[in-house]
């Protein structure tokens, strides 16, 4: 793994190594990095308009 280095506090990072442990990933940085991942999908706007559109957020086209 490449990239920046984040810093927790003790205790927050015992939660993480704790929750991590018991959802199954292999250590508490998968954790980690899965969780920033799973928010920045949550929280980006999606500009692919064939995802878009197969969700039902953008129609067809058709005059309504």
Known sequence: ??????EFDAALWGRIQKQAGEA????AA????HA??????RTEPDSDPKKLRGI?????GLDI
């Open 1 to 6: 793994m490449s990239g920046s280095k984040v």
């Open 24 to 27: 199954g990933y292999s250590d």
């Open 30 to 33: 998968e954790f980690v990095i």
């Open 36 to 41: 920033v991942e799973k928010e920045l999908a």
């Open 56 to 60: 039902g957020y953008l129609d067809a």
